[in-house]
């Protein structure tokens, strides 16, 4: 993580979320990568966090440091959300501290590199359980407490690889999709009842991702690698504008585009040497 939220990002996020002094975010996949950036960009905007994920020391040492900066209110939930049931679990927890969450990262997620059929199938299942499960159980329970409320957010992670299958991610890839799906037609549900859905989509992104995955990077995705802070600075602003997704970056937008103008046996083909399958 960045030290400082840059003035820049100050004046970009400002004001974005109104009432952000009395809201309340929980951040999914908060020890690691991204998760640590939009900890840090909504403490900055005063948000307080909830931050959610397996290990709890680099999540403790997250929350000691943005309390300091920033002065909000930091609450630490370890927890397995690959799991069955932990949604459930995590939210009676909050109910139990009578924590209200206005703002969902559903963020926690990992990929699975290799081919499908020497990769042992429970590791698959269980990336399913927490990439399509958990995130469709997060955004059901609490967008149900968000829309009898009538306000909330929720952000979505989806990627550049919801967009086409791609061998050698083929189940992860297929995850994505799921999400990206699931949330624009959320962003349609949901608006009505006051509560905005977004997906960001990030492309390659530096963070524990690759070795999670244990996925080789080819030069031409080091080369179209994007630092952290960027892609979730992204996201909140797309979801502070109420739109239904967002993909950061310019090559990652001209490789998405492309795909308006080519066959998808293409696209596979150049899934398959952009992510060195
Ligand atoms: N980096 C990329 O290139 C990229 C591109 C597109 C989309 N994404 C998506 O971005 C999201 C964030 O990933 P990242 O890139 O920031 O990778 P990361 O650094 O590996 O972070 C993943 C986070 O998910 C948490 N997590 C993993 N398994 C979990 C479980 N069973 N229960 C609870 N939390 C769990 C991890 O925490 P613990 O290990 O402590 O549980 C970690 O905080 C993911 O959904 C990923 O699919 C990443």
Partial sequence: MQNVVNAETQTSLVGKFN????????????????????????????????????????????????????????????????????????????????????????????????????????????MMQLNITAVTELSFIFGQDMATRGAGQILLIASILSFQPVPGFAAYAATKSYVLSFGEALHDELRPRGVTVTCLCPGHTETGFDAAASAPVSPLLRFLTMKPRPVAETGLRALAKGKASVLPGFMNNIIVFSNRLTPRSMQRAVMKNVTGA
Avoid: W
């Fill in 19 to 126: 009432g952000a002094a009395t809201k309340r975010a929980l951040i999914t996949g908060a020890s690691s990568g991204m998760g640590l950036e939009y900890a840090e960009l909504l403490a900055a905007q005063k948000v307080n966090l909830v931050l959610a994920a397996r290990r709890r020391e680099p999540m403790e040492k997250l929350a000691t440091e943005l309390r300091q900066k920033y002065g909000v209110e930091i609450v630490v939930e370890p927890i397995d959300l690959a799991v069955r049931g932990a949604a459930a679990r995590l939210k009676s927890s909050l109910d139990d501290k009578s924590l209200q969450i206005d703002i969902l990262v559903n963020n926690a997620g990992y990929g699975l590199h290799g081919d499908f059929l020497d990769t042992p199938l429970e590791r698959t299942t269980d």
